[in-house]
């Protein structure tokens, strides 16, 4: 096989490869849109096309050779037809909307004509390919006319909207368009095969530029969200690009050194492979470590000990932040409750000149003072649990208790915003937790409802044993969260709050999966919200079932 | 002329208390301990004035200011309330409150606030 041909088809598989791998991808997002459906289609119709493309010039006879050239088509003629519904999509052009129709009724008039020897006349032979090549019929060139002017449409508008978009969105349109050019001006010298003509280079380097497109398009997905694809690679991810690395430079260095030995030592042996085998092994370690490097560089711009501590940094941010919100809401509420025991001692000092001989004023004295004091130590104790950070302590907790901490604290909150909350706690054992942190977690889910409710709300909350689990259940008549939403509330950073910070379901989630436990919630629009949080008991009150349900009421009007 | 009559409404032992001893030299207390009983004993009559709580046990004190409305009893009443909402308080005005005591109170306020009230019936 020539040089030629070996590029030929090496491009082509290359291109059915990265292209059906990118649209698999796409189309098994989690958070699907309708715009990765059709990016995936488009990127199939690629992959169709250099596969066809390539097992046509590979028949052995013309007949067959006419038959997937035909086939081939298919999937060319779907090209310009997808390219232009992925962009109207992706740029949110409605004005071109209306031209979606016609253009697939092209597409489709054209399908029908590939049958025709007026599209495709005949089979020609290839001998560069050493293969067969379909030939133009008359029709062929109107296919040719559309094919271009909605090809190029589409990167004009491509260009334009990278001209005009600023921030990300500038990024993600710059890599597409800068990639879809590319592919396209690679993959258009394809057509000269059937004209019998060439130009050096593009034929066969050009088809190259197609796989080149796939890997801009997937650097804008994972480093620039494009099409909204959030990713996470994952380090079993990039561990299987590296080992897939690491094996072909091991594949390549065999290849050579056998070749080494065979030219000057006279014989092919063992040995090569053995001595290959041991410089890898010494050569392993160093070149995982700069290719990781590497690739962490082009996809995260840090290297995974700068982005370890980037991650400990944004963590300890995440939860100081929290720890401030939490203790900023507390903190009017505590400066009033403060305060009130505060006049009361003050009034009772301004009277000890005139009353310090009277023995009832004395008691009075003692016991009010005294409880009031008591009541400053113990607002000033909860603030503290709240606000001073402190390594995570498990110890054996009662979750009712904590439950109940928290609504004190919230008291305030509660009846000025006249919230009714009903209680309703199962007798189970204690579990292994961090009672800081678990009244945090709490605290938030509570904070949560009562912006749901906005006054006048009632609140339910229930724990029960299920399973070997404890299950503490957080109702409100809020609200409620929208759908959509719903599936993003654990998103550090995810708000609907002008003034909030996004953080406080993401501890929250954290908090509990340091636990060993599971928090799921739901919500109907308008009718509330259910956080349900699950811990793992202590083990040694499994298999202890329910004794007795508590049920009171606080509230405004108890 | 005796020493006018004061009711001081309020669940906390410390605030009534307090109240009892910035007021007591001057004026003859009575104390409720929730809405009920300082309804009550507003309904029974004979006070110039009334210091209300408006978190109450039982009864909230603009629960209690609604229903003195409604049984038409007219007592000048002042409201005390930790919260420092002007929602509450322009509740309370409207009832029928001459006015709104934030807590923690000042004493020169307590006093000045009862004197200008007592002395304008």
Same mark, same amino acid.
């Given at each position: 096989?020539?040089?030629?041909?070996?590029?030929?088809?090496?491009?082509? /598989?290359?291109?059915?490869?990265?292209?059906?791998?990118?649209?698999?991808?796409? %189309?098994?997002?989690?958070? =699907?849109?309708?715009?990765? =459906?059709?990016?995936?289609?488009?990127?199939?119709?690629?992959?169709?096309?250099?596969?066809?493309?390539? %097992?046509?010039?590979?028949?052995?006879?013309?007949?067959?050779?006419?038959?997937?050239?035909?086939? *081939?088509?298919?999937?060319?003629?779907?090209?310009?037809?997808? /390219?232009?519904?992925?962009?109207?999509?992706?740029?949110?052009?409605?004005?071109?909307?209306?031209?979606?129709?016609?253009?697939?009724?092209?597409?489709?008039?054209?399908?029908?004509? $590939?049958?025709?020897?007026?599209?495709?006349?005949?089979?020609?032979?290839? &001998?560069?390919?050493?293969?067969?090549?379909?030939?133009?019929?008359?029709?062929? +060139?109107?296919?040719?006319?559309?094919?271009?002017?909605?090809?190029?449409?589409?990167?004009?508008?491509?260009?334009?909207?990278?001209?005009?978009?600023?921030?990300?969105?500038?990024?993600?349109?710059?890599?597409?368009?800068?990639?879809?050019?590319?592919?396209?001006?690679?993959?258009?010298?394809?057509?000269?095969? *059937?004209?019998?003509?060439?130009?050096?280079?593009?034929?066969?380097?050009?088809?190259?530029?197609?796989?080149?497109?796939?890997? *801009?398009?997937?650097?804008?997905?994972?480093?620039?969200?494009? *099409?909204?694809?959030?990713?996470?690679?994952?380090?079993?991810?990039?561990?299987?690009?590296?080992?897939?690395?690491?094996?072909?430079?091991?594949?390549?260095?065999?290849?050579?050194?056998?070749?080494?030995?065979?030219?000057?030592?006279?014989?092919?042996?063992?040995?090569?492979?053995?001595?290959?085998?041991?410089?890898?092994?010494?050569? /392993?370690?160093?070149?995982? #470590?700069?290719?990781?490097?590497?690739?962490?560089?082009?996809?995260?711009?840090?290297?995974?000990?700068?982005?370890?501590?980037?991650?400990?940094?944004?963590?300890?941010?995440?939860?100081?932040?929290? @720890?401030?919100?939490?203790?900023?809401?507390?903190?009017?509420?505590?400066?009033?409750?403060?305060?009130?025991?505060?006049?009361?001692?003050?009034?009772?000092?301004?009277?000890?000149?005139?009353?310090?001989?009277?023995?009832?004023? #004395?008691?009075?004295? =003692?016991?009010?003072?005294?409880?009031?004091?008591?009541? $400053?130590?113990?607002?000033?104790?909860?603030?503290?649990?709240?606000?001073? &950070?402190?390594?995570?302590?498990?110890?054996?907790?009662?979750?009712?208790?904590?439950?109940?901490?928290?609504?004190?604290?919230?008291?305030?909150?509660?009846?000025?915003?006249?919230?009714?909350?009903?209680?309703?706690?199962?007798?189970?054992?204690?579990?292994?937790?961090?009672? =800081?942190?678990?009244? @945090?977690?709490?605290?938030?889910?509570? %904070?949560?409802?009562?912006?749901?409710?906005?006054?006048?709300?009632?609140?339910?909350?229930?724990?029960?044993?299920?399973?070997?689990?404890?299950?503490?259940?957080?109702?409100?008549?809020?609200?409620?969260?929208?759908?959509?939403?719903?599936?993003?509330?654990?998103?550090?950073?995810?708000?609907?709050?002008?003034?909030?910070?996004?953080?406080?379901?993401?501890?929250?989630?954290?908090?509990?999966?340091?636990?060993?436990?599971?928090?799921? $919630?739901?919500?109907?629009?308008?009718?509330?919200?259910?956080?349900?949080?699950? +811990?793992?008991?202590?083990?040694?009150?499994?298999?202890?079932?329910?004794?007795?349900?508590?049920?009171? #009421?606080?509230?405004?009007?108890? | 002329?005796?020493?006018?009559?004061?009711?001081?409404?309020?669940?906390?032992?410390?605030?009534?208390?307090?109240?009892?001893?910035?007021? !007591?030299?001057?004026?003859?207390?009575?104390?409720?301990?929730?809405?009920?009983?300082?309804?009550?004993?507003?309904?029974?009559?004979?006070?110039?004035?009334?210091?209300?709580?408006?978190?109450?046990?039982?009864?909230?004190?603009?629960?209690?200011?609604?229903?003195?409305?409604?049984?038409?009893?007219?007592?000048?009443?002042?409201?005390?309330?930790?919260?420092?909402?002007?929602?509450?308080?322009?509740?309370?005005?409207?009832? !029928?409150?001459?006015?709104?005591?934030?807590?923690?109170?000042?004493?020169?306020?307590?006093?000045?606030?009862?004197?200008?009230?007592?002395?304008?019936?």
């Amino acid at each position: 096989m020539s040089a030629h041909a070996l590029h030929y088809y090496i491009s082509l /598989f290359l291109t059915t490869a990265t292209t059906v791998g990118l649209g698999v991808f796409v %189309l098994f997002q989690k958070h =699907k849109q309708p715009l990765h =459906k059709i990016f995936a289609w488009y990127s199939f119709a690629i992959g169709y096309w250099s596969l066809l493309q390539a %097992l046509m010039t590979m028949a052995r006879n013309s007949a067959t050779s006419l038959l997937l050239g035909r086939m *081939m088509f298919v999937g060319v003629m779907l090209i310009p037809a997808l /390219f232009f519904h992925f962009v109207t999509c992706l740029l949110d052009k409605d004005g071109l909307r209306r031209w979606l129709v016609p253009n697939y009724l092209t597409c489709v008039a054209f399908i029908a004509l $590939i049958a025709s020897p007026a599209f495709i006349s005949k089979t020609i032979f290839c &001998p560069i390919l050493n293969g067969y090549f379909v030939a133009p019929g008359r029709l062929f +060139f109107w296919h040719l006319l559309w094919y271009l002017s909605v090809a190029n449409y589409c990167l004009f508008l491509l260009w334009k909207s990278v001209a005009s978009a600023s921030g990300p969105r500038r990024n993600q349109f710059l890599y597409l368009a800068l990639g879809s050019t590319l592919g396209y001006l690679g993959g258009w010298p394809n057509y000269l095969y *059937m004209f019998d003509r060439l130009i050096p280079v593009l034929n066969p380097f050009g088809t190259y530029a197609v796989p080149l497109y796939v890997a *801009m398009t997937a650097y804008a997905i994972v480093r620039h969200q494009l *099409m909204d694809i959030r990713i996470i690679l994952r380090t079993s991810l990039v561990y299987s690009f590296l080992v897939g690395c690491i094996t072909v430079t091991y594949l390549v260095a065999v290849m050579i050194m056998e070749r080494w030995f065979q030219g000057f030592i006279g014989y092919r042996s063992l040995l090569a492979t053995g001595l290959v085998g041991c410089l890898i092994a010494a050569f /392993f370690n160093p070149l995982r #470590q700069w290719i990781q490097a590497l690739v962490d560089r082009a996809l995260f711009s840090a290297t995974p000990p700068e982005l370890a501590a980037q991650r400990e940094q944004l963590l300890v941010e995440v939860s100081k932040s929290d @720890q401030m919100k939490a203790v900023a809401t507390l903190a009017a509420g505590l400066a009033h409750e403060i305060r009130n025991p505060l006049s009361v001692i003050k009034t009772f000092t301004e009277h000890i000149d005139a009353d310090r001989e009277d023995p009832e004023f #004395q008691r009075k004295f =003692k016991r009010i003072v005294g409880g009031e004091v008591e009541r $400053i130590n113990l607002i000033a104790q909860r603030l503290l649990d709240f606000a001073k &950070p402190s390594p995570p302590q498990l110890i054996s907790v009662s979750v009712p208790q904590l439950l109940d901490d928290t609504l004190e604290l919230l008291g305030n909150e509660l009846a000025q915003r006249h919230v009714e909350v009903t209680r309703q706690y199962q007798d189970a054992p204690p579990i292994l937790g961090d009672p =800081k942190q678990l009244k @945090q977690v709490f605290l938030n889910l509570l %904070l949560n409802s009562l912006q749901a409710v906005n006054g006048h709300g009632q609140f339910a909350i229930k724990t029960a044993v299920v399973g070997q689990h404890l299950e503490v259940r957080i109702s409100d008549n809020g609200c409620g969260i929208p759908k959509e939403h719903l599936e993003r509330i654990f998103e550090p950073f995810f708000t609907t709050r002008s003034s909030g910070t996004g953080l406080g379901l993401a501890v929250v989630k954290g908090i509990v999966e340091d636990h060993g436990g599971k928090i799921s $919630i739901e919500s109907r629009l308008n009718e509330g919200t259910t956080a349900s949080v699950r +811990f793992p008991m202590a083990l040694s009150g499994l298999g202890m079932n329910s004794v007795t349900n508590n049920t009171d #009421q606080i509230g405004l009007n108890p | 002329m005796g020493k006018r009559r004061i009711l001081i409404a309020d669940d906390e032992e410390g605030i009534r208390e307090s109240l009892g001893l910035i007021l !007591g030299d001057d004026y003859e207390l009575e104390f409720a301990m929730d809405g009920q009983e300082t309804l009550t004993k507003l309904v029974g009559g004979g006070f110039d004035l009334a210091l209300l709580d408006i978190k109450m046990p039982k009864m909230d004190g603009i629960e209690v200011m609604k229903r003195l409305r409604q049984q038409q009893v007219k007592v000048p009443v002042f409201v005390l309330s930790a919260y420092q909402s002007v929602e509450l308080a322009r509740e309370a005005v409207n009832l !029928g409150a001459l006015d709104y005591l934030p807590k923690p109170f000042e004493r020169e306020h307590i006093v000045q606030a009862v004197r200008g009230a007592l002395a304008a019936t």
